[in-house]
């Protein structure tokens, strides 16, 4: 990537980051097809702290799922759990090509961690092992929940799920309200895909009880 995309070589510096301990300058000793050597000059930035909300999001068109993973991503996903529902079209998903997206969004965006993203989970399985202290935010198409600003205003969830094209059935949303750890909302009264739907609520979270409010 460094030497066929960057076009760089001996000589040209690079930021370099692990997710762990901060963002550091380094030039470039020796590169070549199969290897390169780069020299650590000096921490540039601190790693800091970030929000640990989660996407659990079902299986959409490619398209629509490498949009999800990069904008997500943007807004400081940390992790993503593809979800399987009962009127969920896709049955496969390429986690190494969003794992890729999730690396290019994070070198676009300057940010200094990558996102997990896991193997695809049922709905029914993941709400049976769900830790119970980290609240689920998800939306509610039928209008009879509460509007999102309310909820956070009371709450600080931990994840966002939204539904599939379609919308959840009648068992799965009555299934979500039984837990006590999910919350469903209302989104206003226009209808939104799957995607935007994540990243709408993603963003709420962010406002309310994320990392918006530092420099």
């Known amino acids: 990537y460094l030497r066929n995309v960057l076009r760089l070589g ?20 020796t590169l070549d097809r199969k290897s390169a050597i780069l020299r650590i000059d000096q921490q540039t930035r601190s790693q800091k ?3 640990d909300f989660w996407v659990l999001f079902p299986l959409l068109k490619k398209d629509a799922v490498d949009f999800l993973i990069e904008k997500a991503t943007e807004l400081g996903a940390a992790k993503f759990i593809p979800v399987l529902t009962q009127r969920t079209n896709a ?48 939306g509610d198409e039928s209008h009879t929940s509460p509007p999102v600003r309310e909820v956070l205003a009371a709450s600080q969830p931990g994840a966002v799920l939204v539904g599939p094209e379609g919308g959840f059935t009648e068992q799965e949303l009555a299934l979500l309200k039984s837990k006590p750890f999910v919350k469903t909302v209302s989104l206003g009264p226009r209808v939104l895909r799957a995607d935007t739907a994540a990243l709408a609520m993603l ?13």
């Open 10 to 29: 001996a000589g040209k510096t690079v930021t370099l980051f692990n997710g762990r301990d901060g963002e550091f300058s380094a030039t470039i000793q």
């Open 49 to 51: 702290a970030e929000p």
């Open 91 to 138: 049955k496969n998903v390429n986690l190494e090509r969003l794992h890729r997206h999730a690396i290019e969004a994070a070198e676009q965006t300057e940010r200094l961690t990558i996102p997990d993203i896991e193997a695809p989970q049922k709905l029914t399985d993941l709400l049976g092992k769900w830790a119970k202290d980290r609240l689920i935010l998800t």
């Open 203 to 215: 963003t709420a979270l962010q406002m309310v009880h994320g990392d918006w409010g530092s420099k």
